[in-house]
């Protein structure tokens, strides 16, 4: 594909309903668009000492985050903020300090949580991360996701209810990784 997607789940939950969205929202995307979603829940807890010495799976998270023209978060809201495994993995692609990976890469930001609030506060945190890391992040329409029943259908696509409003999102955010993607 022309366009390659970084994809970054901020929930390690087998049955995590941010993976369930990551995973329906992508079907919603034209051809020339491929996703991967990264694997974080390896990654060490992130050490500065270890900046000359990278582990892995860190290599391998920033050669994936290199490689993709655009980036997709889709995290739940723990605590009003960002989940810690998803903050650890922006840390350890940000370092060391000059070898941020992070920048220059067109952002969408999406989540779903269980409370009325459906995750407003931990994209406005996340957005002050990524505005520091120099991501450029889609501002409109923002998604705040309510997870109720049938916000996916039987075979895990988005449900009638949401439909709609996500494909405008998706429509939306693939016009802006073209207009901003090297
Ligand atoms: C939550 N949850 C939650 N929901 C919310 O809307 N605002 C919040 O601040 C929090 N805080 C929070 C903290 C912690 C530690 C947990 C485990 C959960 C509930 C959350 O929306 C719910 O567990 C989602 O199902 C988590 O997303 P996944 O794992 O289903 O993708």
Known sequence: ???QIAVIIGSLRKDSFNRKLANAIVKLAP??????QVQIGDLPLYNQDDDGNQ???VKRLKDEISAAQGLLFVTPEYNRSIPGVLKNAIDHASRPHGQNVWAG???????????AVGTALVQQHLRNVLAHLDVPTLGQPEAFIQVR???????????????????NWMDHYVAWVKKIAA
């Open 55 to 57: 582990a892995e799976s």
């Open 31 to 36: 051809p020339e668009f491929s996703f991967k």
């Open 1 to 3: 594909s022309r366009y």
């Open 149 to 167: 029943d049938g916000l996916f259908d039987e075979v895990g696509n988005i449900g009638e209810g949401s439909r709609h409003f996500l494909q």
């Open 105 to 115: 890469k067109p952002a969408g930001i999406l989540g779903a949580s269980t409370g």
